[in-house]
């Protein structure tokens, strides 16, 4: 039999708040259980506050909560509709009696005045509120109501913002590293770079004490979860998401909806997440019922399109649904109705939704260190621009990818035949090697700008990692340094031109530069990296320095040819290729969009596969899309996502707008295909074969979403 972490596969959460035990309607929320076809539900404990009466005199109470234990009503009620209850607790903060209490529990200025925000005083990871006394809320609760599991979406304490100089950090941060605490945030500052590492640690040694409590007094699948989110390319609070879901045989995603990023972004959190944990594993996804982005309205109902759309993307990346609503009653009706359509086809599609493996040769790579230190010291969000701006080239031009943890090369590496190394600054001697196997093996690697220049630590080298592996050295001759480069366009713009140079295009009969026989020049924005290619070392562009912008009459230079080379190509031993772009052109593409840098990035690409491209879909408009191979029946699933709504943009998606056709090209030598239907609206696609094991199929016009099921 199924474990409960392994069968439930859509969740429900009415997040409660203080006023909740008087205006809860049992009936209603029963109903809309099954309504949503949810086979689960996350429901308010304790923590911050409690909604059970709690035996700890200073576990704060509900403000409404009187002698109610709604806690335990909806545990009951839960459990006779057959659900699997998730217990949520909030642990990061606490009111003024248990302070007064325990003093010493509580997250410290470096002057000692205790942290806090709206009344509430922040707790100290380190001390005995998370070592004792949470665990004993636990104990409790599991002792009063045998709860299934538990979240917690504040257990990684303060926000990175602060550093806690309570005595318990300090002790406990000297014994780690033999220093005192850093004085301030600095990644410069290898003291500070220590507490980095040291922070990670802490949270991962509570996650260990939370499990290991819950298993003694649940039971071996009584499972302490957390919630994680989902975007491992953005530095989060200490959270080492890679250890986390090597621990954990569930994932609680809390990523509830895009934030600057268009809704690609969520898919790729799901590809992200499952490459490290296994695409076996479950995990669902916080939904947002209310309004978020530019302004958040909680008590709001969100657009309906942006909400789908979100949710059906984390769908295509292998994520399952999971509502959210906050109070449990609202003025705003619209609220109750926002997920319905996609719980609905996802109860009707499910068995499309699991037991499968990703298609694709394209692995990107990424690293904890090189998000946390190369995001730091490289600054101007260099790095998720550069993710960004990879994703969108590769969506753009048609090409599935899936993200690799750097860590896990030698093991995720076999169907790979690319590596891309999006501004990959901090590579550790294990992350060097496992790239050079590969590369040995016959892999390609495309890489950008500041690759390699500093070790895992966050220590600059003396020699850039991967030198040998790209063909050429790095010169110590840096000129203008990328990293005060940036993207403020206001301060170097017309008048300060910094930006406004250029690539010649040197190899005119190369691949990468399909498209563009009508120009020798192309937008560069950037200062490169000086570089010495190897004898054996194709140049394929060279740099065009700056130049006026302003005023038109200056718009001309004495300069326009270097010998400076930008974009080299080096033919290793193993047979694959390495292309090298001298400067931020992944990151710079992801903060500006230009389209040709996106076509450039793309051609580059497919150059470097050559005829190995097993999947590649063709539109006059943005689709993001996941193909998969099931594992027990012989199918392929395409998921489609019209992303035309709002392009990769930040704002509200709010009209459905179809587009067509769409062309789909499979290469899958070691599959004969028959047939092809569309699992959305069930209707037949027509499937051509072509010489060499190749397949195309058109879908003539493409709404939402699509899912295409091919045997």
Not at 484 to 500: T, Y
Request: aromatic share 12%; net charge negative; proline share 5%.
């Amino acid at each position: 039999m199924k474990k409960w972490y392994e069968r439930v596969r859509r969740y429900g959460q009415n997040n409660l708040t203080e006023i909740d035990p008087e205006l809860y309607d049992a009936g209603f929320w029963r109903e809309f259980w099954r309504k949503t076809g949810i086979q689960a539900i996350i429901v308010n404990a304790g923590g911050i506050v409690a909604y059970y009466p709690s035996r700890f005199e200073h576990h704060y109470r509900a403000a409404r909560l009187g002698d109610r234990d709604l806690f335990g009503d909806i545990v009951k009620a839960g459990r006779e509709e057959g659900l699997a209850i998730i217990a949520r607790m909030d642990s990061n903060r606490a009111v003024e009696s248990l302070y007064s209490a325990k003093p010493q529990w509580f997250a410290r200025h470096r002057d000692g005045e205790p942290i806090m925000s709206q009344g509430r005083y922040f707790s100290c990871i380190n001390s005995g509120y998370y070592k004792e006394y949470i665990p004993e809320l636990l104990t409790e609760i599991i002792e009063r109501y045998r709860p299934d599991g538990f979240t917690d979406n504040s257990w990684t304490g303060i926000p990175r913002k602060f550093i806690c100089y309570c005595d318990n950090c300090k002790d406990s941060f000297r014994l780690y590293s033999g220093n005192d605490l850093p004085l301030e945030i600095n990644y410069n500052d290898p003291i500070y770079r220590k507490w980095i590492e040291w922070s990670y640690k802490c949270r991962l040694d509570n996650w260990d004490l939370f499990n290991e409590v819950t298993k003694k007094h649940g039971g071996e699948d009584c499972l302490w979860l957390g919630m994680i989110g989902a975007n491992a390319i953005a530095p989060n609070n200490f959270t080492n998401i890679r250890e986390i879901a090597r621990r954990s045989k569930i994932l609680m995603v809390d990523s509830q909806s895009r934030s600057k990023t268009g809704f690609e972004q969520n898919s790729l959190n799901g590809a992200i997440l499952h490459q490290l944990a296994g695409w076996d594993v479950v995990m669902p996804e916080s939904s947002a019922s209310y309004v978020r982005g530019f302004q958040a309205y909680r008590r709001g109902a969100s657009s309906p399109l942006e909400l789908h759309l979100w949710m059906l993307e984390g769908i295509a990346g292998g994520i399952s649904p999971w509502w959210h609503i906050i109070g449990s009653a609202h003025e705003d009706k619209r609220i109750f109705d926002l997920h319905m359509p996609v719980m609905e086809w996802h109860q009707k599609n499910e068995k499309y939704l699991y037991n499968r493996r990703p298609i694709s040769n394209i692995g990107l790579v990424w690293s904890q260190g090189n998000v946390e230190f190369g995001s730091g010291l490289l600054e101007n969000n260099r790095v998720q621009d550069a993710w960004r701006g990879i994703v969108m080239a590769l969506t753009r031009a048609g090409l599935t990818f899936l993200p690799v943890n750097a860590r896990d090369i030698d093991m995720q590496t076999d169907e790979i035949d690319l590596l891309i190394l999006p501004e990959f600054a901090v590579v550790s001697d294990d992350d060097e090697k496992a790239i050079c196997a590969f590369a040995e093996r016959g892999g390609s690697v495309l890489a950008f700008g500041e690759t390699g220049i500093y070790d895992r630590g966050g220590c600059r080298r003396e020699s850039p990692a991967l030198e040998s592996l790209l063909g050429l050295r790095f010169s110590s001759k840096t000129g203008e340094a990328m990293n005060d480069i940036g993207s403020d366009i206001g301060v170097k713009g017309w008048e300060n031109p910094v930006l406004h140079s250029y690539i010649r295009i040197e190899d005119r009969d190369s691949p990468v530069f399909n498209g563009f026989s009508e120009t020798a020049v192309l937008p560069m924005g950037g200062i490169p990296k000086k570089i010495i290619p190897g004898k054996d070392t194709k140049i394929l562009a060279t740099f065009v320095p700056p130049f006026p912008m302003y005023p038109p009459e200056f718009v001309w230079t004495d300069n326009p040819k270097t010998d400076e080379p930008v974009i080299t190509e080096y033919k290793n031993p193993g047979g694959g290729k390495a292309v090298y772009a001298a400067w931020d052109l992944d990151a710079l593409y992801g903060r500006a969009a230009l389209p040709d840098h996106g076509d450039l990035i793309g051609n580059i690409v497919k150059y470097l596969l050559g005829e190995k491209i097993p999947v590649q879909v063709e539109c006059d408009a943005y689709i993001d899309f996941k193909v998969y191979r099931t594992t027990q029946e012989k199918k392929l699933v395409i998921h489609l996502i019209n992303s035309n709504h709002s392009g990769f943009a930040q704002g509200y998606a709010e009209k459905n707008i179809p587009v067509g056709p769409v062309n789909i090209k499979l290469k899958l030598p070691d599959m004969i295909l028959s047939k092809a239907w569309t699992a959305v609206d069930e209707q037949d696609v027509k499937l051509y074969c072509e010489s060499g094991g190749t397949y195309t199929l058109c879908l003539e016009r493409l709404g939402i979403h699509q899912l295409i099921v091919l045997e």
